[in-house]
């Protein structure tokens, strides 16, 4: 079954993924998935996360 993956922060359509694999290659930690889509961070928000300063927990 394929699902669609959104940026969670933006919106933005990343891809379609398989969901079979999803399950097999155990998820990406980050990815919440509802109902068929999957919500995860685009790369470039990814980035702008990455480059916050409030990520203090590292
Ligand atoms: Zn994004």
């Not at 079954?1 to 993924?17: Q, S, T, V, Y």
């Not at 702008?48 to 990520?55: I, K, L, S």
């Given at each position: 079954?394929?699902?669609?993956?959104?940026?969670?922060?933006?919106?933005?359509?990343?891809?379609?993924?398989e969901l079979d694999d999803l399950t097999n290659n155990s998820a990406d930690p980050i990815m919440d998935i509802v109902g068929n889509v999957a919500y995860a961070l685009c790369p470039s928000c990814l980035n702008?996360?990455?480059?916050?300063?409030?990520?203090i927990y590292h």
């Open positions: 079954m394929m699902i669609l993956k959104l940026c969670h922060a933006c919106d933005r359509i990343i891809g379609e993924i702008d996360m990455e480059m916050a300063p409030r990520n």
